[in-house]
Structure formats: C-alpha cells, structure tokens
T-cell receptor, first 112, second 112 residues
C-alpha cells in the first residue's frame, strides 16, 4: 500500500546528541516537506524539496538540515539537539496531479 | 505571499449539531483549497478539497463552500459525531507552485 512512513514515532534524547528523523514514501512523489508542529497546533514549514538533490528552507528558521539523495527518502538531522527542539515533526509529500499533501504520523521529539 | 486566517481556534458542539469553520485567504491567485483533519497522535489527513472553478462541494456529512469574491471558504460538518472531534486545518495554494499555506487550526470537540 502506498504510504508515507516516519520513524521513530517517539524519541527522548539528551542535549547535545545528534539525531536523524527518518521519512520515506512509496508513492513516487517528487515533492516532500517537513513541518514542525507546536503544542498550539500550528504547522510551521521548516524544509521542503521538489526532487532529488533539491532542498530549500521553509518559513520557520530551523537549526535542522535535510537531504534528498533518493526520491523516496527525506531525512531530517539535528547535529546537536537542544530542549528548544522539543516538538512534533511531520513529514509530507505531494505530486503534481492531486495537489493535496499526504502526511506521515509524525515523530514526537523530546530533548532533555 | 499568501496568508490564511482560520476561525474559530476552538469549537465545542453537542452531538448532532452542525459545525462551521471559516478561513480567509489573501492571494486572489490561489485556486486550490483543501481541508485536513488531524486526530490525536496522527498526522493531518485530507478530508475534502475544492478548486476555484466550483462554489461548493459535498461528501456525505461534510461540505466546503468557496466565495472567491470575498476570498473566504468554509467547512461545514452536519450531524456531528464524537469521532469528528479533532483538529481541522484549512489551506490554500496556487496549483503548479504546490506549497500549501495552512491556517492556524481549529480544535473541534463534539460532546455526546
């Protein structure tokens, strides 16, 4: 079944650690996105990609980085986690035909 | 750039009542307006969308209306049920450019 997968679902990590949040989709979508969702619900775009080797920063400044080496994979990395990075991270993808986004279930990150 | 405002931020209704969530957008060139439902612990899921060449679209108990002149669109849920309780997001974009601009979300609570 075509879908978008995020791992891990939950992560508790200490300050200063390097982490990578995984996002993979099996739909062959060219476009992928990372959102940070705060407890107040709002979705903040932090990174997006329109294809392999294409990455752009979103509307909300983030210390994270992303890469897009394969169409199906769009990982997000934090080199040195801080408590201010505690949040829900959502990955999404879309194609040029249906326009709507398909979201993953999210990774809830807690930095202690 | 596009800006989407969403109201109310919270909405409480009794089971069986109707619920209406309203959004306004700023860019008259926007032509695609999806609505997403986010249940607890999950990513947002597309529930209905409308393009600017139609004024209303229905799918069972949910409907979306679009007023291009006033630049606002609304989600209507009739005969609400407890399982409708979730956070709802509206969004707008110009097709071809793909990046959706999301509203700030509405937390809907349906009480039995």
């Amino acid at each position: 079944e075509a879908d978008i997968y995020q791992t891990p679902r939950y992560l508790v990590i200490g300050t200063g650690k390097k982490i990578t949040l995984e996002c993979s989709q099996t739909m062959g979508h060219d476009k992928m996105y990372w959102y940070q969702q705060d407890p107040g619900m709002e979705l903040h775009l932090i990174h997006y990609s329109y294809g392999v080797n294409s990455t752009e920063k979103g509307d909300l400044s983030s210390e994270s980085t992303v890469s897009r080496i394969r169409t199906e994979h769009f990982p997000l990395t934090l080199e040195s986690a801080r408590p201010s990075h505690t949040s829900q991270y959502l990955c999404a993808s879309s194609d040029d035909y249906n326009y709507g986004y398909t979201f993953g279930s999210g990774t809830r990150l807690t930095v202690v | 750039g596009e800006n989407v405002e969403q109201h109310p931020s919270t909405l409480s209704v009794q089971e069986g009542d109707s619920a209406v969530i309203k959004c306004t957008y700023s860019d008259s060139a926007s032509n695609y307006f999806p609505w997403y439902k986010q249940e607890l612990g999950k990513g947002p899921q597309l529930i209905i969308d409308i393009r600017s060449n139609v004024g209303e679209k229905k799918d069972q108990r949910i409907a979306v209306t679009l007023n291009k002149t006033a630049k606002h669109f609304s989600l209507h849920i009739t005969e609400t049920q407890p399982e409708d309780s979730a956070v709802y997001f509206c969004a707008a974009s110009i097709t071809g450019f793909q990046k959706l601009v999301f509203g700030t979300g509405t937390r809907l609570l349906v009480s039995p």
